[in-house]
């Protein structure tokens, strides 16, 4: 993750900019962030995890959404626009939906970590996702095959729930009896 410039911009700016390019930016607080192309294994990694997640929520009021997908945070504690363009996105409260994007909390986020994006998904967005009420978080790392999974507490506070590596079966616990093996989401 690179800043696309080192100064802020109105989110009139942002938008102008957003419309003319290809690449994938994300708007936090005035800081406009730029994703570098996914990898060929991030891409795999999450296109089994998307299909994973689709065939779990078929029959529920759930949908999942995969990046380049505009997720504008919103909570009426928090002040600021963050706009932020998960990996994977499951989004049941359907009152969000915009025909450019989504203005709410998804109930369970994915990111995936490449090589330039690691502080920024595992600080910034965790932090982030965290203060606005995301329920569940999940980082995975292809290059280390790990996922780990955080859920909110009582207190608003992430807790990491599970964590595998290699092998093993991942949980979530916002997501009743949904599992999946770690060989199905890493294997070539």
């Known amino acids: 993750m690179y800043l696309y410039r080192n100064s802020s911009m109105s989110l009139e700016e ?22 570098p192309s996914p990898s060929t294994k991030h891409q795999r990694v999450s296109s089994k995890l998307q299909i994973k997640f689709g065939i779990f929520l078929v029959s529920s009021n759930c949908e999942v959404f995969s990046a380049p997908y ?12 963050k706009i932020v363009v998960p990996d994977i996105s499951i989004i049941c409260d359907k009152t969000g939906f915009t025909d450019a994007r989504y203005v709410g909390i998804p109930k369970l986020i994915v990111e995936i970590l490449s090589p330039s994006n690691q502080s920024h998904d595992l ?21 280390l095959e790990t996922i780990t999974v955080y859920t909110l507490n009582d207190e608003e506070m992430y807790e990491q729930h599970d964590i595998k590596k290699e092998t093993g079966e991942i949980t979530s616990k916002v997501l009743n009896d949904f599992r999946v093996d770690l060989k199905n989401i890493f294997e070539d």
């Open 14 to 35: 942002y938008f102008q900019v957003r419309e003319k390019s290809e690449e994938i930016l994300e708007y936090i607080d005035g800081f406009v962030y730029m994703s």
């Open 70 to 81: 505009d997720i504008e945070l919103k909570n009426d504690n928090i002040e600021g626009t």
């Open 123 to 143: 600080v910034t967005k965790l932090n982030l996702y965290m203060d606005y009420g995301v329920k569940e978080y999940w980082i995975i790392n292809p290059m």
